[in-house]
């Protein structure tokens, strides 16, 4: 993920939009990925990420460059990825939208290949909404994002070592689930 | 380090490559002699890294940006100076909802008043009228009987021809 510079920021937060967008395209992946696998909703992921930038865009000017600007984002990020989801977790439990209005940045694969994704793609949606949304966010903070524990801890603003049982705990849940799901395919 | 220690730190630290070389050495010293906790290591490779390191990225649809940067606008309209100069003159000109309501109702009442009055004061009117012509009728009839019983009265005529001819 490339960074933006500090004068993009200011130019930004001084109402430029198209420093702005400069932002949102070096952050628009991370936000709506991270909101598609927390909320496993497309049109919510979609919401979520508008909201993100949103606060992003209204915050910017009370943003002082003590903390990193990454770690600001994704900590919106998750704040209201995870507040999404808790509220939706009280509604009815939803389908998965991935199959109809999925938009891959990847080139077109054959499709013996489609179907082996959208299969794996099914198992990490299944194995994802087995988790509750503290979970899941640790889950694809470093599983799929790729971030550290530290990073996972600021921006959750939780400790490093409570990071660490979230993905413990996590991940044993998936383990199991996993076993069972291999074992009911066979 | 027993098995229990070895599985904690495989699906945390080892598998995230957060372990120092000294935890790693003794680790995989341990996966070596110990068949149990290689399969969990290998099970845990597959399910909780090998597997979500392949998970498709998707790319936002330009909608959303479109989305944001209309919204970003429309805040940025009203936080104008010019919208705020607007903002000021609308609230000096303002009149509070409630206010506009009472005021509303008020109107529609004396229409509905007036409209409903009409038609019984035109009533009224019409029967004074009427109440006038028959009055006038009673005068004229009156009057005429009073000519007629005058004229009965008066029967003795003045004798002439032209009377006679008439009467």
């Not at chain 1, 709506?32 to 049109?43: K, L, M």
């Not at chain 1, 949103?54 to 507040?83: D, E, M, Q």
């Not at chain 1, 194995?127 to 966010?137: I, T």
């Not at chain 1, 990073?151 to 490093?160: D, Q, R």
Request: aromatic letters at 8%; charged letters at 30%.
């Amino acid at each position: 993920m490339k960074d933006v510079s500090d004068n993009i920021i200011i130019e930004a937060s001084e109402g430029s939009i198209e420093s702005f967008e400069s932002i949102y395209n070096a952050y628009s992946f991370f936000v709506y990925n991270v909101a598609f696998r927390v909320v496993h909703n497309i049109d919510e992921a979609q919401e979520v990420t508008q909201e993100v930038f949103l606060t992003v865009y209204r915050k910017l000017k009370s943003f002082k460059f003590k903390s990193s600007f990454k770690t600001w984002i994704y900590r919106i990020t998750v704040n209201l990825a995870i507040n999404y989801a808790k509220k939706r977790a009280k509604e009815q439990k939803r389908t998965v939208e991935y199959d109809d209005k999925k938009e891959s940045n990847k080139a077109i694969d054959s499709i013996g290949e489609n179907i082996e994704r959208e299969q794996q793609e099914k198992v990490i949606a299944t194995l994802l909404e087995s988790l509750n949304p503290d979970q899941r966010a640790c889950v694809v903070l470093r599983s799929i994002e790729g971030l550290s524990y530290q990073e996972i801890a600021e921006s959750l603003n939780i400790n490093i070592n409570t990071v660490r049982s979230r993905l413990k705990r996590a991940r044993e849940t998936l383990l199991v689930l996993r076993k069972e799901m291999v074992q009911n395919e066979l | 380090m027993n098995c229990e220690k070895v599985k904690e730190l495989i699906i945390t630290d080892y598998l995230d490559r957060q372990v120092n070389e000294e935890q790693k050495e003794q680790i995989e010293k341990h996966l070596a002699s110990c068949r149990h906790c290689k399969e969990y290591e290998l099970a845990a490779r597959k399910t909780v890294i090998d597997l979500f390191n392949n998970a498709e990225r998707l790319r936002p649809p330009e909608a959303v940006w479109h989305k944001i940067k209309e919204k970003i606008e429309e805040e940025q309209e009203l936080t104008s100076p010019f919208a705020d100069l607007i903002r000021r003159i609308k609230s000096f000109l303002y009149v509070p909802k409630p206010a506009l309501a009472v005021a509303t109702i008020i109107v529609a009442l004396l229409i509905m008043v007036t409209i409903i009055k009409l038609p019984s004061e035109n009533q009224e009117i019409m029967k004074a009228n009427l109440e006038n012509q028959e009055n006038q009728i009673e005068c004229i009839t009156y009057l005429l009987r009073v000519f007629n019983q005058d004229s009965m009265n008066e029967n003795n005529g003045f004798g002439t021809s032209i009377e006679d001819y008439f009467l």
